[in-house]
């Protein structure tokens, strides 16, 4: 009998064919191997739509070569595509909303607004999400400075730090404004007074990029340096929701974001919070919640938002020891735990999902697993999907 098939779906970042991930599917593609599991790398733009066939990307092991191969569609799909503005996302929108009979490992979530919304609305979540607005103009960012010393704005739909401001309002009441344009690069810190908050943001296009207003932690370190933490959570090989790993990361001198692509780098986790949290026998206790708290969420964001094989949260914590969720990625980077040390973390980071697919294989094969094609939000996500205005879910 022929193996089964996960194909990878994914968005060239170019008009040369330039693939973000490269070297990680020719690990997974590796490691699939082994487990009995075939893999195909393509995008939307590799999909024959009159044939139903596609130009694939293959790794050939032996050779070590990558080659095109027309194919099948396969037995499942591992959706990897990032949010970007152009229209290759749009084909992307286009081929989920046709294709979605198809057997997904993951369905795509929402913008970081919509998943604070969501999350809010359950008591167990609360005590972690920092407040949070939408950052419509001036005087929503000023409201909030009033309540918060620190805060934190941010594009909903923004990834890899770019485009964040930090405003902490100093003891003076003038505010403190650091952070990073839209390419990443780090702007000069400015002490303003409060009055010219409105002037200063004028240059950031509140009205036209949607941002968010969050409760800011602090989190710098002796040194200097912010810091916060990667955890991994992933469905393993018998559908069951598992802890891969979490990885301190720890910014560059200057940056307001920790984020690997910042120039940040990957510490363990308790080394980092041995030195940070006030009462140091704590730590153990905090790393069960933000495990358990980690777990949860992605239980109930799938039960929200339709099937998912995995997720990264950013997550903070303060002296005290109080977790609180930054930011909840559906389409995590394995790194953070090669530079961490964690060899079996990372190894496991790229296995499970291959084993998830394979579950799941064996649960269709068997007529057991759940058809969550539709799920709750499933004709607005369509429609959503459609109109080219809404870039809400990656
Ligand atoms: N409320 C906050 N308080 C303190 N630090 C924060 C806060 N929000 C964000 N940060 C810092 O900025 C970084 C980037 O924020 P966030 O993860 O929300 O944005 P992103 O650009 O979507 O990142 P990603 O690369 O994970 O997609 C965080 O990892 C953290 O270091
Ligand atoms: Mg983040």
Known sequence: MPQPVLGILTLYLNENGMLEERDIYRKMTIAGRKLGLDIIIFTPQDVNYKQNRIHALIYNEASKKWSRKWTAFPHMIFDRCRIQRTYRFDQLLQFRSRYSHLNFLNRPLRNKWTIHRTLMKDSRFKSYLPAAHIAENAQVVSEMLRKHPLIYLKPINGTGGRGILRIER?????????????????????????????????????????????????????????????????????????????????????????????????????????????????????????????????????????????????????????????????????????????????????????????????????????????????????????????????
Request: proline fraction near 3%; hydrophobic fraction near 35%.
């Open 170 to 394: 100093k003891k003076s009441g003038n505010l403190l404004i650091q952070g990073r344009d839209q390419a990443r690069r780090i702007i000069s810190p400015q002490k303003i007074n409060s009055a010219s908050l409105s002037g200063y943001l004028s240059a950031w296009d509140l009205k036209g990029t949607r941002y968010i207003a969050q409760q800011g932690i602090h989190l710098k370190l002796p040194s200097g340096r912010v810091h916060d933490y990667r955890m991994l959570v992933q469905k393993n090989g018998e559908g069951v929701w598992s802890v891969t790993g979490c990885a301190g990361r720890v910014g560059p001198a200057g940056s307001v974001t920790s984020n690997l692509h910042g120039g940040g780098h990957a510490v363990p986790m308790t080394e980092l919070l041995q030195q940070w949290v006030s009462d140091a026998s704590l730590v153990k206790e905090i790393e069960v919640d933000a495990e358990q708290f980690s777990i949860n969420v992605a239980k109930h964001l799938e039960q929200v938002y339709g099937r998912l094989c995995e997720l990264a949260l950013d997550l903070a914590i303060d002296r005290k020891g109080q977790i609180w969720l930054l930011e909840v990625n559906p389409k995590p980077a394995r790194e953070v735990f090669a530079q961490a040390g964690e060899k079996e973390a990372y190894h496991q980071a790229i296995i499970k999902p291959l084993e998830y697919a394979l579950w799941l294989y064996r649960q269709k094969r068997n007529g057991k697993a759940k058809n969550t094609n539709n799920n709750n939000n499933s004709s607005l996500t369509n429609m959503d999907a459609l109109s080219k205005s809404t870039i809400d879910s990656a």
